[in-house]
């Protein structure tokens, strides 16, 4: 199968070189039938990982030079379609008010003040989030400030004969987002790399908007800037909850760190991929980039980063199963860390890992179990020592207006675990202690619950 059709269709669609160029990648690794498995015997488990406390033990504070030099990117191109949103699920409410957005901008101001250093702010939209997202940053701090990049979009592959995907009803499900890894070829389609070099920037922190625990640390940024590293990852320990999603390895041919998802593992090898006791380490989605590294890689590799493909089967119309079948295909930016000689990995505590992708998260995220701090981050509270309180809200609650029936929250803050199953409201100082489940309907009265 020709690439033609796919080249014209992207640059009717205004999308650029690069963009075409990865995803060209992508397209060659399907028609030659390639899977990107990465058999448990090709690998060693990832043993020698620094941690955050000894990685950080004589961190003195900011580094004003060290911040000048600075962009904090954060990935924005999520819906929250999950949750029944049909926006930026960055401008969902978390606290008193105030949204994902309004917290990452306030973040980002304090910063500058406390510090003095100018330092850089980017926004990764997509095409989707980029309208909502601009009128809501209209007015506030960073009103007037050029803090978009956006996302490419990808066409979908039609299953059958590997041609574009063609869907007149609807051309826009014709195209589909071509995963977080698209973070490279829009730094450079976009100009923003050339753009963020000659502006003396050198140090990229990457993470995804509705991770508030991700902030721009001190510790991390003077490590990473003194390590040399071109790229590093912050990984987190795995738990049994984690046991489905990927994790990091140690490649055996070349001895560089891989990250293997699910997907990259064949079925006979699945039970060596859950067990968390040997493959500790998960990707957090946080990442490091040294933008100098990052260009001189592109060069050596004529512009496309060699990611691992993530093909994914769908039906065009992801709401009509009956609809023709195509692939989707999507890279992850995390995986770029095979791609530098001399990655690295550091193991930060869990607080650094917390994505609101369920109601469930949302739920614990707006109790008393978290607190808005000084500078504008938000973290669980000094009582909880760092272990978050597991919220389980059953399906009648899968989207974020139903939580409105729920009524208060109740306090969480001497929390284990909170289950809510069926038609349940919260009246005002209700206090859980330990664990506790309800499963009646009705509504919950004032008091301590829990064992």
């Not at 269709?9 to 397209?27: D, Q």
Request: proline share 5%.
């Amino acid at each position: 199968m020709s690439f033609d059709s796919f080249q014209k269709k992207m640059e009717s669609a205004g999308l650029g070189e690069a963009a075409i160029g990865a995803f060209k990648r992508g397209y060659d690794i399907l028609v030659a039938g390639e899977k990107g498995a990465m058999p448990e015997e090709s690998l060693t488990p990832a043993d020698e990982v620094p941690t955050y406390e000894a990685a950080t033990e004589n961190a003195d504070g900011w580094d004003a030079e060290l911040l000048a030099k600075t962009v904090v990117v954060k990935l924005n191109g999520g819906l929250g379609t999950g949750m029944g949103l049909q926006k930026a699920k960055s401008l969902l409410e978390v606290k008193d008010g105030e949204t994902f957005l309004d917290l990452i901008a306030e973040q980002i101001m304090k910063l500058r003040e406390s510090t003095g250093a100018a330092v850089r702010f980017l926004l990764m939209n997509s095409f989707s989030t980029s309208e909502d997202t601009l009128a809501a940053l209209a007015g506030g701090p960073l009103d007037g400030e050029e803090v978009e990049m956006l996302q490419n979009k990808v066409p979908k592959v039609d299953a059958g004969d590997l041609s574009p995907a063609e869907w007149p009803a609807d051309p826009e499900l014709e195209w589909c987002p071509p995963g977080h890894g698209d973070l490279y070829p829009a730094l450079v389609g976009s100009g923003w790399l050339d753009k963020l070099l000659a502006d003396g920037i050198t140090y990229a922190f990457v993470s995804n908007s509705d991770n508030l625990g991700a902030t721009l640390d001190a510790g991390l940024l003077a490590w990473f800037a003194e390590s040399g590293a071109p790229f590093a990852m912050e990984v987190t320990r795995r738990t049994e909850a984690d046991k489905k999603g990927g994790h990091l390895a140690v490649r055996k041919s070349d001895g560089r760190l891989i990250l293997r998802e699910v997907a990259q593992c064949p079925d006979e090898d699945l039970d060596s991929f859950q067990d968390v006791s040997k493959h500790r380490y998960f990707n957090t989605n946080n990442l490091w980039l040294n933008l100098e590294a990052l260009r001189d890689e592109l060069a050596r590799c004529n512009g496309v980063l060699p990611l691992p493909v993530i093909q994914n089967s769908k039906t065009i119309d992801p709401r009509d199963k009956t609809s023709p079948k195509v692939w989707q295909l999507e890279t992850a930016m995390g995986a770029a860390i095979e791609c530098f000689e001399g990655a690295q990995a550091i193991a930060v505590p869990r607080s650094r890992f917390a994505p609101v992708k369920t109601t469930s998260d949302l739920f614990a995220l707006r109790s008393d179990a978290y607190e808005k701090r000084a500078d504008g981050s938000v973290g669980l509270v000094a009582a909880r020592d760092g272990k978050p309180p597991v919220v389980k809200l059953s399906s009648e609650y899968k989207l974020v207006d139903s939580l409105e029936q729920i009524g208060s929250i109740p306090s969480l803050v001497e929390a284990t675990k909170l289950e809510v199953n069926g038609d349940v409201s919260f009246e005002p100082g209700v206090v859980i202690t330990g664990a506790a489940s309800f499963d009646q309907s009705g509504s919950v009265a004032a008091g301590s619950y829990g064992s």
